[in-house]
């Protein structure tokens, strides 16, 4: 059993960046579904979908983007709030990422959002990763 499976999922998808695999598979949760989504939106995947290989659980699989000359367009992670030590922010508290060059996840009331979403939907919420 994972304590923390959305630092599993970000692992995965480091390790599958710098090894330039074309895609990474990790269990699928409606959690990291979301992150997904998210990455997707920002441009730090290509794509995602959901695999039943199994009539047991779904696997989510992860299509990663590189640039031409073959570097990954997603440099690091790092997660903000753990199962140890959470990390909450009001919405005059979210701070850029690498100067305004990243990006931060939250969950928030209205569901997951960037950084960015929450400020102009002036809510704040639990600081999940950072990605750049």
Known sequence: MLTDPIADMLTRLRNAAKARHPRADMP????????????????????FKLV????????????LKYTP???AIITDFKRVSRPGCRVYVGKSEIRSVVG??????LTTPRGLMTGRAARKAGVGGEVLLEVW
Request: hydrophobic content about 35%.
């Open 28 to 47: 699928a949760s409606r959690m990291k579904v979301e992150i997904a989504r998210i990455l997707k939106e920002e441009g730090y995947i290509s794509t």
């Open 100 to 105: 305004g060059l990243g990006t931060s996840i």
């Open 69 to 71: 000359d073959r570097k």
């Open 52 to 63: 039943d290989e199994s009539k047991v659980r779904k696997t989510l699989r992860v299509f």
